[in-house]
């Protein structure tokens, strides 16, 4: 077999190897499901466009899928610079082809370039081929034309391996040279936020499968392609690995932390114990960015709408800590991300009480953050008449959500939430309530003698619905494995 | 017959179209040092684990210590001590710390003491202040055998217990588990190196393809002529024909 051969031959290896691992965790049929509903979700969405296409103009729509697209990529590529370390940590034992360089006689390079390929191949086929062949599907009722959905399947592909391809080469940059990553970063962020403040120039136009899409010119074409051929080239030659990384030392501070959290009784020692793998772990930083990092994106975005292009949205200090119970799901799935769990299976301790563990974790966290964010914003708006009942929206949304998480998805979050029934209910319990909310926030100057006690109504429904699932939790992951 | 510690009647677990554990009915009284012999895949680790509470059986029933694994299996895991098959301690506590979280789960009052003894008695003060994620595999088996004995339980349960380790750490911990045993304790252990089992077990039992092919003391179950890796083999090679 020739040396192309035996890297296809390792390409499906690394597929078949992808498939049983998400198979294995949320079942064969649930991880089936999810491109399906991707398919019914995008037919749908084809069937309606005449319809969003009065309220959204078709650039516009382009905008928004080619930029998530892009985005999505670059998630997979952070995805895999964590990979192996998240990996090593959620699913413990189990091994994996991208260690075999570590055993085996194979240049990591060469591995390297057969999971990239293989990565770019799962998603293609998992989201994305789903996402347009819904489109293809509404054709016989909407009428598209087959060369435009072709056309569109691949943009799609090419503002997807941008992303991809963008995320590995930073990370190789990273590997080998951290504070030059870091300075990059900064000065790229810097003048994109400038030239889009400034508006210099339509940033759009920096994504040539975008560009591709709106002028069909195959200069675009040509770009993109060597583009995400110059970046993945970049991304594997430059790849270093550092096998056996150093060690730190560390002072016993269990029983010590475990005094800190005695307040929380049974909870008190798996929660020090989740304490001290968040300082260790690194993680700390990247859980307050994932829940801070949105709530300040959402706060610049409408200060930019409202300040600078002078749109007047009714958005205020309550929208605001609707949104926090929202943010704060991300933070229940990076603490399950901490440590491989399976220890604990040989102690008295049920998997139960780790979920519950992370509740309060959590809890403990966005008292601190959402309270401080909404004090400072409060400030920022002269809307501080509003903190009460905001800090109450905030608090009892986000019982209601990380409840409601916690019982739907136990210790597995990242991977219970590909399964498209897991999905569907947490969809369900999420979005009504958060809807609600955002309409009454944007009631609630109207006439707050009204708003204010129907918004607190509601917030008491949330507090009782986060109690039930809170309890729920015994019931529904007493008798569950801490194995994978 | 001493007092009954372990007991088991026509215990099968099966995984889809697989049976792992088929059948087994066995008693092991205290102060015994149960091995369980068996070939990979033929059982043992299953058998293990139902019996520590950490797997259903499909069906037939069992005691530990008077309590039904199946349906208390918080109860039970706080009576016994379980070292399991893969040496997984938490990754970022280090070796002292999770001796003392393994104080605080259990509620031991002289958490400090007792860690103190092991970590001199295993030679790990030269690595106590490292994550256990960077701890050598032999390293990581001592401290699990530490935190599975460390609370002195009535009973244990080793799963491959001299894995990864040594000669001299090996024959350190059968002489511990001695004192153990002289000192009231039980142990049930799944082992493949049949050396370790014929002098150190006072019951085996071989188990293959999920059936109890043999059980008793050891001199009962080796003929003239043969060792205990002879019985072995016989025995299992007997059942591997039947099927």
């Keep these: 077999m020739n040396a192309v051969g035996q890297h296809l031959r390792l390409v499906r290896l690394m597929m078949s190897e992808e498939l049983r691992l998400n198979a294995g965790l949320i079942g064969r049929v649930q991880f089936l499901l999810f491109p399906v509903m991707i398919l019914v979700f995008s037919l749908i969405l084809a069937l309606a466009s005449k319809q969003l296409l009065v309220a959204t103009p078709l650039d516009q729509m382009y905008v928004i899928l080619h930029a998530l697209l892009f985005t999505y990529g670059l998630a997979v590529g952070g995805f895999a610079l964590m990979g192996e370390r998240i990996a090593n940590r959620r699913f413990g034992q189990v091994s994996l082809l991208l260690q075999t360089p570590t055993l085996l006689p194979v240049r990591f390079r060469t591995i390297f370039l057969a999971f990239y390929v293989k990565d770019i191949i799962y998603y293609i086929l998992f989201t994305i081929a789903p996402l347009v062949a819904g489109i293809a599907l509404s054709i016989p009722m909407t009428g598209f034309r087959v060369s435009s959905v072709l056309f569109l399947l691949l943009t799609a592909i090419l503002s997807f391996l941008l992303g991809i391809s963008l995320s590995f080469s930073l990370s190789s940059v990273y590997v080998r040279w951290r504070a030059g990553f870091t300075a990059l970063l900064g000065t790229v962020g810097a003048l994109l936020t400038a030239s889009y403040l400034g508006k210099w120039f339509d940033i759009t136009q920096l994504l040539p499968s975008l560009e591709l899409q709106r002028t069909a010119d195959l200069w675009y074409l040509l770009l993109s392609a060597a583009l995400v051929v110059g970046l993945s080239a970049f991304a594997v030659l430059t790849l270093q690995v550092r096998f056996g990384s150093s060690s730190r030392l560390f002072d016993a501070e269990m029983l010590e932390t475990n005094r800190s959290f005695e307040f929380a009784r049974g909870s008190g020692t798996l929660m020090a114990k989740d304490w001290i793998d968040l300082k260790r772990s690194r993680t700390l930083g990247p859980v307050v960015a994932a829940y801070v990092g949105p709530l300040l994106f959402l706060a610049i975005l409408f200060w930019f709408v409202e300040g600078i292009i002078q749109v007047r949205i009714p958005i205020n200090l309550i929208f605001y800590s609707a949104m926090i119970g929202f943010f704060s799901v991300s933070i229940y799935g990076w603490l399950n991300l901490l440590d491989d769990p399976s220890f604990l299976e040989v102690l008295p301790v049920r998997v139960s009480d780790m979920v519950k563990t992370k509740v309060l974790m959590l809890s403990l966290f966005a008292l601190a953050l959402s309270t401080a964010f909404l004090i400072v914003l409060g400030l920022a708006r002269s809307e501080l008449g509003l903190l009460p009942l905001a800090l109450l929206v905030g608090y009892s949304s986000t019982a209601f959500m990380v409840c409601g998480t916690a019982y739907l998805t136990g210790l597995r979050t990242n991977s219970y939430l590909f399964d498209p029934r897991v999905l569907a209910k947490f969809a369900l319990m999420c979005v009504p309530p958060l809807c609600m909310l955002v309409i009454l926030s944007f009631n609630y100057a109207n006439n707050e003698a009204f708003f204010g006690p129907v918004i607190a109504g509601l917030c008491f429904l949330l507090v009782c619905g986060g109690y039930l699932l809170y309890r729920g939790i015994d019931r529904r992951w007493g008798r569950e494995s801490f194995m994978f | ?243």
């Design chain 2, 1 to 243: 017959m001493s007092e009954t510690i372990i007991e088991t009647d026509s215990l099968v677990r099966r995984f889809g179209d697989v049976i792992a554990v088929n059948g087994v009915s066995l008693s092991i009284g205290k102060g015994e040092l149960f091995g369980l012999l068996g070939a990979n895949g033929a059982g043992k680790s299953t058998l293990l684990k139902i019996l520590s509470g950490q797997l259903e059986p499909t069906s037939g029933r069992c005691t530990v210590l008077g309590v039904d694994p199946a349906k208390d299996p918080l109860k039970v895991k706080s009576l016994i001590g379980i070292l399991p098959e893969v040496e997984s301690p938490p990754s970022f506590l280090t070796g002292r710390e999770y001796l003392h979280f393994i104080g605080l789960v259990r509620k031991i009052n002289d958490i400090e003491t007792r860690a103190n003894w092991w970590i001199h008695f295993l030679d790990m003060d030269g690595v106590e202040r490292v994550p256990c994620k960077d701890l050598s595999r032999g390293t990581r088996q001592k401290l699990m055998f530490a935190a599975a004995l460390i609370h002195e339980p009535p009973l244990v349960f080793l799963d491959e217990p001299f894995s990864g380790l040594d000669p001299r750490y090996q024959k350190l911990l059968r002489e511990h588990l001695s004192g153990y045993l002289e000192r009231g304790g039980t142990v049930f252990m799944c082992t493949h190196i049949l050396e370790i089992a014929e002098k150190m077990c006072s019951q085996v039992g071989i188990i293959s393809q999920g059936r109890l092919v043999a059980i008793g003391r050891p001199e009962d179950i080796i003929r003239d002529g043969e060792g205990l890796d002879g019985a072995f083999m016989r025995l299992t090679e007997r059942e591997d024909a039947k099927t």
